[in-house]
């Protein structure tokens, strides 16, 4: 019973993503653009380098990352510090507040259907497609199993900090400034816009430290890897699964701190 | 109606940009957090940048240092389109709550006064570092410094904004045609992260489209030709100057016309 008023939710969000399908279509060309740009960008970088391997990665290897990673991108951006940021300023978050439901997860399950509809209509697709382009890069095996797991971590993950800097506007009442630097940071740390192979060491020692490589790099270099070896597979989804519960943690801890200082003008 | 002169138009926006920043410095946290965020992302886009060419030493043929020229030259390029067009995000709302009839009443040029109302002051951070790296890449390049060379500076950076700002009018005037333009204006929004890279790396039919299909190659790379290879500048480059005006009185008329359309909602 308890989990059907969630799927409630998602069913409602089905349905209201399923209304702007014009919207569908230009994000498919925007993505479509984006793909066109990064495969000639990398490809005239392999190409001037003069070797097929670079940091461990052949250009293969990075495009099926870097596609992989948008469309990671487009399933995981729930815009949740955009929704929380406008409810507090429209003060509709008074109302949310009120529902039989923790805010925290009634916010996570309204947003859940959008994963379902990103998922057939975006990540599917792309990753079909990639699969096809390359021939058969993407080892397919027990490693998608692993791939799903992580992905799941990462989802949760990346909505925890969501939720933190959402939280934050509570304090700030800035939305912009506040998302494009959570933005800005979650991208380029966790490996998103370039590969975590091809940063100098000292970063990458310090990135693995931070929980910003759980969400793309984590998820990305376990599909990659056609062989995985038991012990390190376990580290890479132990790392995520701490972080996991950490992040989500301390986003119920700041957020239960944060409560009262919601300040909302009328209604 | 008699036209209004140049002068008029001036002392209005004078009056109005009084006015606007007045009230943003009323919001003065939200102020201070939306610089450190513009900042933010300029300063990850850098790091990218020298990330990528820690690994490969040029790319097709372009030096670190020439592509911080293109790179410092897109980042100034795009600012009038931040700071003074700013209020084209927010076209979609006044649209669909039928506040923008509001617009439609005043005895002055429409889109001037609506493009008018928001001046948006983080862009001038964007601007300040575009200029730091393109003075940066100006010095390590050893490109000669006279006063010629500044004006045509001054006149391409002038043109490539021009591309950028007519694009970013149509993809808002879309509004008023379809009913969430949000991602038609973020697909425009996305352009200016493409306009970085040389489109000598793209194919034949790519380099076409990116020419004269969606002009992102006009944002930076044609322009920046004039200065950063004299001596080899293509016939495109020196077009650019009237493409640019050709492009913003297109994109203008289609404001307009999209604006003259509107009904209203009634209420």
């Known amino acids: 019973m308890k989990l059907k008023k969630y799927l409630t939710l998602t069913r409602a969000g089905i349905i209201e993503a399923l209304q702007f399908r014009l919207s569908f279509v230009v994000m498919v060309i925007g993505n479509l653009l984006y793909l066109i740009v990064v495969y000639f960008l990398w490809k005239a970088i392999y190409a001037s380098a003069g070797t097929d391997i670079v940091n461990g990665m052949t250009f293969t290897d990075t495009l ?71 021939h058969g890069a993407i080892p397919l095996g027990i490693n998608l199993l692993y791939f799903v797991i992580s992905v799941v971590f990462a989802v ?82 132990g790392t995520q699964a701490m972080w996991c519960i950490g992040m989500m943690i301390l986003s119920k801890l700041f957020w239960k701190a944060s409560l009262r200082q919601i300040t909302v003008n009328g209604g | 109606m008699k036209r209004k002169g140049f002068g008029f138009y001036l002392r209005i926006y004078c009056k109005i ?34 990330i990528l060419f820690r690994n490969f030493p040029s790319i097709n043929g372009w030096s670190y240092y020439e592509m911080l020229f293109l790179y410092g030259f897109s980042l100034i390029s795009l600012t009038p389109v931040q700071c ?24 002055i040029n429409l889109f001037f006064y609506y493009q008018s109302e928001v001046f948006d002051i983080k862009g001038l951070g964007q601007l300040a570092f575009g200029i730091g790296t393109l003075i940066f890449a100006w010095v390590k390049i050893g490109l000669a410094f006279t006063p010629l060379m500044l004006l045509k500076m001054i006149v391409f950076l002038l043109t490539a904004s021009l591309i950028m700002i007519a694009l970013q009018n149509a993809a808002a005037a879309s509004c008023f045609w379809i009913q969430n333009s949000f991602y038609v204006l973020d697909l425009a929004y996305r352009f200016r992260d493409y306009a970085k890279y040389p489109i000598t790396i793209f194919t034949p039919v790519f380099r076409f489209i990116f020419t004269f299909v969606m002009p992102i190659a006009f944002i930076a790379y044609y322009p920046s030709l004039v200065v950063l290879r004299p001596d080899a500048v293509p016939m495109l480059s020196w077009l650019s100057p009237l493409i640019g005006i050709a492009f913003f009185y297109v994109s203008y008329k289609i404001w307009m016309y999209g604006a003259m359309k509107y009904s209203g909602t009634g209420s």
């Open chain 1, 64 to 134: 099926i990352y870097l596609v992989l990673a948008t469309a990671l991108f487009n399933f995981m951006e729930m815009y949740t510090v955009w929704e929380i940021g406008r409810n507090i300023q429209s003060g509709k978050i008074v109302l949310d507040l009120l529902k039989p439901m923790e805010y925290r997860k009634y916010l996570f399950w309204s947003y859940s259907g959008s994963f379902v509809t990103q998922f057939f209509l975006t990540f599917l697709p792309t990753f079909i497609a990639v699969a096809a382009v390359t």
């Open chain 1, 156 to 237: 949760s993950i990346n909505y925890s900090i969501d939720f933190i800097v959402g939280t934050i506007c509570l304090y700030t009442e800035s939305i912009w400034g506040i998302n494009i630097m959570k933005q800005v940071i979650v991208l380029l740390l966790s490996g998103a816009t370039i590969p975590l192979a091809f940063f100098p060491e000292t970063m990458k020692t310090v990135l693995h430290w931070l929980p910003f490589q759980s969400i793309y790099h984590a998820p990305l270099s376990i599909l990659l890897n056609a062989n995985p070896q038991p012990e390190k597979m376990l580290v890479t989804l």
């Open chain 2, 17 to 50: 940009l009084a006015q606007d920043l007045k009230s943003k410095m009323s919001y003065r946290a939200d102020f201070i957090i939306s610089t450190i965020g513009m900042i933010f992302t300029n300063i990850s886009g850098f790091v990218s940048f020298w």
């Open chain 2, 84 to 107: 003074l067009f700013d209020n084209n995000w927010s076209l979609r709302q006044y649209v669909y709550s039928g506040d923008f009839i509001k617009y439609c009443f005043r005895p």
